[in-house]
């Protein structure tokens, strides 16, 4: 699921890329670099948020099954 969410998210930015090549005014390499960084971002941003969550409901245990 998750390898399908991140092609999918790519897939789009690479419409974008197609769709506003014409009027761009930043180098490839920018583009792949913002790329790169932003999936790297919002992974990390994702497993710390996943942690805090079930650090959160750990303790009280709300989710357990």
Do not use: N
């Amino acid at each position: 699921m998750a390898f399908w969410m991140a092609a999918a998210s790519v897939w789009g930015v690479l419409q974008l890329l197609l769709l506003s090549w014409p009027v761009r005014t930043v180098r490839w390499s920018t583009v792949l670099l913002a790329l790169g960084v932003g999936a790297y971002g919002s992974g990390v941003a994702s497993v710390l948020v996943e942690l805090f969550v079930a650090a959160a409901g750990g303790l009280r245990g709300e989710f357990a099954s």
